[in-house]
């Protein structure tokens, strides 16, 4: 069987990225005949070498950069002063500045990738290499940024790549993707399980844990820590303490830990956004900073951080030193912990904002590891006599770590299962399930993310990505709705109600009264549920019960109903059904839930959004002819 058609025949968005590698590539899949699993899977164990030895790369150019700039170069010229301190983060961004005037871009990131692999289409250039330089410079010289991200970003521009030059199609590119993100997440902290549920959780989304999908994201994420630990070593990231349990009742002062570390988290993503909106201009009293140049950008963020690293030298680069000490409980003072996580979260602020490539787990873990230390010194400061019943600081370190990184990515199985990965220490998982777990919940209830783009995904929208969010803002509720919905009387017969509504075609009908007011709404799928019950009595006549045969269908609808607005947003019509997995939604006035002026349907939806799109690109084509 033949896995994939010669490229001259297969139907393409864009130009192959290597025309003769894809044809050759193709050619040498098809000649050996392989099964579409054997071709992915190989495919795994490609990316997962291929981004396993880029990883491996990255970290000896991290380390290569650091030692020209923090070793060698502050060697020669550390004798002017302490000050010089300041020029190392400086030259860096210099030159990541230099870097971003030649190519403009450094290439899309992880989100653009995965709303590429969702239908619509990749913005710039794939340069994994360009960014893999920039970041080694970023970080090598100071930034307050992460390793893991370029590390993910690694796998999945390569898991991208090998997709384009194949040319296979959305779901597999997806799969590839995610096996890519997967095996970067896996060599970069030598975590292959939570490499694998990074790309399922994050990457795929929660609907991906299929068998085939976790095998090929396993396979990639084996290969590439496997060479991570030949080339770096087996260690993991961090060296951690044994956890110690001093007592059972100390597990709700963990739920103190993730109430604190959703705090963290949300100040730690609203201050990325707040640095990169300031030097884009957009902040009142910043405006300057979008006159000046980008590529300038990155030497105004390393002469900052520079001079804050003269006082506090914890704060420059990858933190994993500071962090380290932290969980090997050497004595830091409670006031330079605040400090410490104040700064780190600033720093890494402007390093982001302003153009320095890396990536924001390690930060998160840093701002988790001050606040956990922080957090026991202040209940033992409070409680004196608490200390007794409750473990060290570095145990409240590691629990931090993890709160705050899922709350910050939202993604607490990473999270738990990258921690207890790092300790691989069973004890911990309680009050690492808990802290988590409260921490993300909350970071969702003060700051929730809708994902329109997924429901239109499922309801069937074939439009780009970058017309989705303008169309859904653009379409009301009533623009969408069918005007004369199929009612049913509350009174009718179950058997009736199913005849009528095979002979109309409808999946689902609104359930009123004898004063026409909205009581239910009924669907082919509780007829049916009904339906079934009675077809394991022989005789319809005799065996059912009296009370089955006397039913109507207000004794089987759905009463309790989810509404829409006529003059709402499509948007937030949609996000309403994804809750409960609805398929229609009522449209009633606002004022009088049961006066009945429509019905919002899944295929309806699609329709309108498909015949907008329509109506929107031709009306561009007319007015640029």
């Known amino acids: 069987m033949t896995l994939l058609p010669p490229t001259e025949l ?359 590891a001050s606040f956990g230390s922080a957090y026991a010194k202040v209940l033992t400061f409070i409680a004196p006599g608490i200390s007794a019943y409750m473990a060290a600081p570095p145990a409240y370190a590691m629990v931090g770590m993890a709160a705050v990184l899922a709350g910050s990515v939202r993604a607490p199985l990473t999270s738990i299962l990258m921690l207890f990965e790092l300790t691989r220490d069973y004890r911990i998982v309680l009050p690492l399930m808990a802290a988590v777990g409260l921490s993300v919940w909350l970071v969702e209830r003060m700051k929730p993310i809708t994902n329109s783009n997924s429901n239109l995904q499922q309801i069937g929208l074939s439009i780009p990505k970058d017309q989705k969010l303008e169309i859904l803002q653009q379409i009301l509720v009533e623009d969408a709705m069918l005007a004369c919905p199929k009612k049913l009387s509350a009174t009718m017969d179950i058997i009736e109600a199913a005849k009528e509504m095979l002979s109309d075609r409808t999946r689902s009908a609104l359930v009123i009264d004898d004063a026409e007011q909205l009581v239910g709404i009924i669907s082919l799928e509780d007829i049916n549920r009904t339906l079934s019950l009675w077809r394991n009595y022989p005789n319809l006549s005799s065996e059912i019960p009296s009370n089955l045969t006397n039913q109507t269908i207000i004794d089987i609808c759905t009463k309790e109903i989810l509404y829409a607005w006529r003059d709402e947003p499509l948007s937030e019509a949609l996000d309403r059904m994804e809750v409960r997995g609805l398929h229609q939604l009522p449209v009633v006035a606002r004022d009088n839930h049961d006066h009945i002026l429509g019905l919002l349907d899944r295929e309806q939806i699609a329709l309108t959004c498909n015949l907008a799109a329509t109506r929107q690109t031709l009306s561009q084509l007319v007015i640029s002819h």
């Open 10 to 368: 297969r139907k393409v968005t864009e130009a192959p990225v290597f025309p003769s590698s894809s044809a050759h590539l193709t050619h040498l899949i098809n000649r050996f005949q392989l099964s579409p699993e054997t071709t992915v899977l190989f495919l795994a164990v490609l990316i997962g070498g291929g981004t396993g030895m880029g990883v491996v790369t990255f970290h000896y150019l991290i380390e290569l950069i650091h030692r020209l700039t923090l070793e060698n170069l502050m060697g020669a010229i550390g004798v002017w002063g302490a000050w010089t301190l300041a020029l190392v983060p400086t030259l860096g961004g210099l030159i990541v500045g230099l870097m971003r005037w030649r190519t403009q871009d450094f290439g899309p990131g992880l989100s653009s990738l995965i709303a590429a692999s969702e239908g619509g289409e990749i913005k710039g250039q794939l340069r994994p290499v360009t960014k893999m330089l920039a970041a080694s410079v970023s970080l090598g010289s100071g930034a307050s940024l992460g390793p893991e991200g370029p590390s993910v970003e690694i796998g999945a521009n390569f898991g991208m790549l090998l997709s384009l030059i194949l040319q296979v199609s959305q779901d597999r590119q997806r799969l590839l993707l995610g096996a890519g993100a997967a095996a970067g997440l896996a060599a970069g902290f030598n975590a292959p399980i939570a490499g694998v549920f990074f790309a399922l959780e994050v990457v795929m989304g929660a609907t991906s844990f299929a068998t085939s999908a976790v095998s090929v994201v396993l396979l990639a994420a084996v290969v590439a820590a496997l060479i991570a630990q030949i080339g770096l070593g087996a260690q993991p990231a961090f060296a951690l303490p044994v956890y110690q349990v001093r007592s059972p009742l100390e597990l709700p002062l963990y739920l103190g830990l993730g109430l604190g570390a959703s705090v963290v988290s949300l100040a730690y993503q609203q201050s990325i956004n707040w640095a990169k909106a300031c030097f884009a201009g957009a902040v009142p009293g910043f405006n300057f900073l979008g006159k000046i140049p980008q590529p300038i950008h990155p030497i105004i963020g390393g002469v900052i951080i520079g001079i804050v690293a003269l006082q506090f030298p914890q704060v420059l680069g990858i933190g994993y030193g500071t962090v380290q000490a932290m969980l090997q409980d050497v004595k830091f003072s409670l006031d330079l912990l605040l400090i410490l996580l104040v700064l780190k979260l600033l720093m890494t602020a402007i390093s982001a904002g302003s153009g320095f490539v890396g990536g924001v787990f390690a930060p998160a873990m840093f701002l988790g």
